[in-house]
């Protein structure tokens, strides 16, 4: 009986998203709800294609073509958030200095990323008044098949060691598959929620993207405990909840009583077989893989150049690594002008602490992950999706109140 309800339940409530994302309930127009849910559509190409980069980047043109044409389908268009010029004042500086530093082969090709990133984050800046949580449930569906696709691709691959992404380098799909994370944690049905965690989990531990499982368990944690609203407990729950509480305790007494070296072991598969702490090619003692020798390069590289850096994607080591570490990535590339991308994850960080608890979560993940990641300002599903939420959307409160005001 209670299963029969809660599978009715969660039927109810995919229906009642997937009637909200057609019928348009969300607040945002036709073109707006098309725009945003194909954001994850070039991720998508890129892995049933196994990789093709000419069909990511047509995919990748489409998107940004429907965002652009949701901003003039708009009968009122509101003036960009200054976060969002910051943004793109960041990368026209680069643009402009990489034009003159390198000539107009290097200039053309990070105009052509500034142009493309500014796109996206101009566009999506129109719709802050509808907040992120909207947003992010209209591209829910595509986030999780692409989710499944991934899944699919790493089983087909059947590579015993470290699966790679579709060929191509391991942590570029695990950065698409916490960008999908983020994106389904706003989901309403608990079943999409729920299959795509576990789905996207095992690939990264597949992928052995460890700053991306990592950052994706902030997001679960705040996204599906402290972030749920209060609930108010009758007698009958209380009664529950302590007696699952006490057997809970006293099994895993008993399991801690007849297996002594079960949390030896529990903590030995965390550090070795998750994290590979003392791994000889991807442990602590290879400086991170090789990503101790990129910082001190990033340092370097911002001491000798420490105004305006040397330009977008042009710090690499001897051997090609980039920089990871987007934080030191942004001042070897940017120099001092990197202070405005900086201060805008601040300012998101601030804004969300009090009025937008998952929101918060998302960020603060995101900050994580951007310590040990190589992508900074750019078109990957992670970090653009955590450049957005950085925007100033307005939270589920203000919304509720404006229309009220309006009835």
Known sequence: MIAATAFRRAHRLQTQALCE?????????????????????????????????????????????????????????????WQALCLCLTLITTSTHAALLYGSDV?????????????FILATDQARRHGFNRVAQCTVPLALITVLAIGIAIVIAGESERASYVGLHPNLGGEILFG???????AKPVLWRLVGYGVAIAAMLALQSRAALLGSGLVIIGAEVLALRPITLTRTHVHILTSAAAILTIGATLTLLAFPH????????????ILLLRHADRGLGTGLVGRVETWNLALQTFLDHPFFGVGMDQVRTPEGLAIHNAYLGLLAEFG?????????????????AHRDVKRFFV???????LFFNARTLNLNLF?????????????DGKMKHRQTQRA
């Open 180 to 186: 999908c994370i983020v994106l389904l944690c706003f």
């Open 262 to 273: 079960l949390v030896e072991a529990i903590t030995r598969q965390i550090t070795d077989g």
């Open 21 to 81: 994302l057609v019928s348009g309930t969300t607040g945002l127009t036709k073109m707006q709800r098309l725009a945003f849910a194909s954001l994850p559509l070039p991720f998508l190409v890129l892995t049933v294609s196994v990789g093709d980069f000419a069909l990511y980047r047509v995919a990748q043109a489409a998107s940004l073509c429907l965002l652009v044409a949701s901003v003039f389908w708009r009968r009122h268009p509101i003036w960009p958030s």
């Open 363 to 369: 960020l603060f993940a995101g900050a994580f992950v």
């Open 107 to 119: 200039g053309a090709l990070i105009l052509a990323k500034t142009v493309i990133f500014s796109g």
């Open 336 to 352: 001092l002008v990197a202070a405005l991308p900086l201060l805008v994850i601040i300012a998101g960080l601030w804004q969300t």
């Open 383 to 395: 970090p653009l999706i955590i450049w957005i939420a950085c925007l100033p959307w307005a939270s």
